[in-house]
């Protein structure tokens, strides 16, 4: 008899969305924590810390504060850098359950590509291996708000 277990169910987070800068500028945006710190995050959220170690296999670490609530952390680390065309990183909601996984600490993998477009950047995001329907949907207004966060910063 062979028996097969079911593997978790993975969710993914999908955004593209396009800036009026140069793929530098929208990489640098991405990897200086001084400008993560006036824009990342969703609206009405801040980044009181934010420390990163630019190389494969270097870390970084953010502090977020939402508008009403302690400040939480996310952390993780380089595994692909292509400057300026690419990113890939893990994320870890460090102390905390993913949104809608219940006592369960998960390390996703988020990876960003920068496609230039004659002056602009195209931003392709993909947040994988989100635990559950719930998590996909909090990371996915998440991202869209901190994007819109990240044009606002770009102008």
Not at 17 to 25: D, G, K, L, M
Not at 98 to 118: H, K, M, P, W
Request: hydrophobic letters at 35%; one cysteine or more; charged letters at 25%.
């Amino acid at each position: 008899m062979n028996i097969q277990t079911a593997m978790p169910q993975q969710h993914t987070v999908s955004i593209v969305r396009t800036f009026n800068a140069p793929c530098e500028t929208v990489f640098e945006a991405w990897t200086d924590p001084d400008a993560l710190k006036s824009w990342f995050g969703p609206e009405g959220y801040s980044l009181d810390f934010a420390e990163v170690d630019l190389r494969v296999g270097g870390a970084y670490r953010l502090a977020m504060r939402p508008p009403e609530g302690d400040v939480f952390h996310h952390v993780g680390v380089f595994r692909e850098i292509n400057r300026p065309k690419r990113l890939v990183m893990t994320w870890i909601l460090e102390n905390q359950p993913c949104d809608g996984a219940a006592n369960q600490d998960c390390e996703t993998v988020i990876s960003i590509d920068f496609r230039d477009l004659s002056g602009r950047t195209e931003v392709v995001l993909f947040h994988d291996l989100l635990p559950t329907k719930e998590s996909r949907d909090g990371h996915e207004f998440g991202w869209s708000s901190s994007l819109d966060c990240l044009e606002t910063f770009i102008g």
